[in-house]
T-cell receptor, first 115, second 112 residues
Framework: DSGVTQTPKHLITATGQRVTLRCSPR?????VYWYQQSLDQGLQFLIH???????AKGNILERFSAQQFPDLHSELNLSSLELGDSALYFC??????????????FGQGTRLTVV | DAKTTQPPSMDCAEGRAANLPCNHS???????VYWYRQIHSQGPQYIIH???NNETNEMASLIITEDRKSSTLILPHATLRDTAVYYC?????????????FGRGTSLIVHP
């Protein structure tokens, strides 16, 4: 158990809909990262939050957005869903350490299926 | 883009050592090398990391060459449960953040 909790584990929804994925980081971790992993694809970085502020964006579509709340949990919002958005979505968290070199711990992911 | 190069696949006999290589020739002086693994569709699992000295923990050993341009992850006695995709990563700096950036990794198959 990594200490990172993601809900829901599975989500099935129709095209055009909007969903929210939730991530609770490990206790004390200020950084949250979101990743997308499509079938047989690598882990694609989406976005990074640190202590409530957006710090870096990767290959995140404009239809997707995220936020990190004062209690440090994070939500990833996916809207106008398309079939191609079907994927595993992972959240990771890490704690600050000198130089930013800290290991990240991943949740078990949310499997999103768009039908 | 990932800053590491790994063979796409390897196999290993159960009980033998699995040695997974990684090339990170563009690594800078203060960047750590991290290893993760992902067992079929589960969340990536942190294994070990290092800067320039060899490291060992309960899961694996990490050998980093003196010039730091490559490293090897060693699973000393591989089991069937070690079958997974292994990722060697060097964090990519973006907007002041260091982002774990994954390539395609090495698919390790441990066979009986």
């Amino acid at each position: 158990d990594s200490g990172v909790t993601q809900t829901p584990k599975h989500l099935i929804t129709a095209t055009g809909q909007r969903v929210t994925l939730r991530c609770s980081p490990r206790s004390g971790d200020l950084s949250v990262y979101w990743y997308q992993q499509s079938l047989d694809q690598g882990l694609q970085f989406l976005i990074h939050y640190y202590n409530g502020e957006e710090r870096a964006k990767g290959n995140i579509l404009e239809r997707f957005s995220a936020q990190q709340f004062p209690d440090l949990h994070s939500e990833l919002n996916l809207s106008s869903l398309e079939l191609g958005d079907s994927a595993l979505y992972f959240c990771a968290s890490s704690s600050p350490r000198q130089g930013g070199n800290t290991e990240a711990f991943f949740g078990q992911g949310t499997r999103l299926t768009v039908v | 883009d990932a800053k590491t190069t790994q063979p796409p696949s390897m196999d290993c006999a159960e009980g033998r050592a699995a040695n997974l290589p990684c090339n990170h020739s563009t690594i800078s002086g203060n960047e750590y090398v991290y290893w993760y693994r992902q067992i079929h569709s589960q969340g990536p699992q942190y294994i070990i990391h290092g800067l320039k000295n060899n490291e060992t923990n309960e899961m694996a050993s990490l050998i980093i060459t003196e010039d730091r341009k490559s490293s090897t992850l060693i699973l000393p006695h591989a089991t069937l449960r070690d079958t997974a995709v292994y990722y060697c990563i060097v964090r990519v700096e973006a907007g002041g953040s260091y982002i774990p950036t994954f390539g395609r990794g090495t698919s390790l198959i441990v066979h009986p």
